[in-house]
């Protein structure tokens, strides 16, 4: 069965870094992207960053020039570097991974078709 396990959440102060991992056990697909994404209560998950391996990298505006996704797509592991944390990159983060190769807008949830059940990454004083 396949499992999507993510490490690295925790509890850290505003301006802190933080990373985020992430691995893919009994794999019996071909990874094609993965991705981050957030969700706090009561809102919907949110999209973070992610890319198609061996492609380009795509982040969402409220982390670009502060996150920065990198994986190993032989390895199907998944990481993201998290600097100048804010209050508001409080939440649950999951990662997620595509196994089709056709084209999807990886921003989307529906584009995914494993997914972790989340690291909880809370920023405060």
């Known amino acids: 069965q396949v499992q999507v396990l993510e490490f690295g959440g925790g509890f850290v102060q505003p301006g802190d870094s933080l990373r985020l991992s992430c691995e893919i056990f009994?794999?019996?697909?071909?990874?094609?992207?993965m991705g981050w994404f957030r969700q706090v209560p009561g809102q919907a998950r949110e999209f973070v960053a992610a890319?198609?391996?061996?492609?380009?990298?795509v982040y969402a505006e409220s982390v670009k020039g502060r996150f920065t996704i990198f994986g190993d797509s032989a390895k199907s592991t998944l990481a993201l570097q998290m600097n100048s944390l804010e209050p508001e990159d409080s939440a649950v983060y999951y990662c997620?991974?595509?196994?089709?190769?056709?084209?999807?807008?990886?921003?989307?949830?529906?584009?995914?078709?494993?997914w972790g059940q989340g690291t909880q990454v809370t920023v405060s004083f």
């Open positions: 009994e794999r019996t697909f071909t990874t094609t992207a």
């Open positions: 890319f198609w391996f061996g492609g380009d990298k």
């Open positions: 997620a991974a595509r196994s089709s190769a056709l084209p999807a807008t990886l921003q989307l949830t529906s584009a995914y078709d494993f």
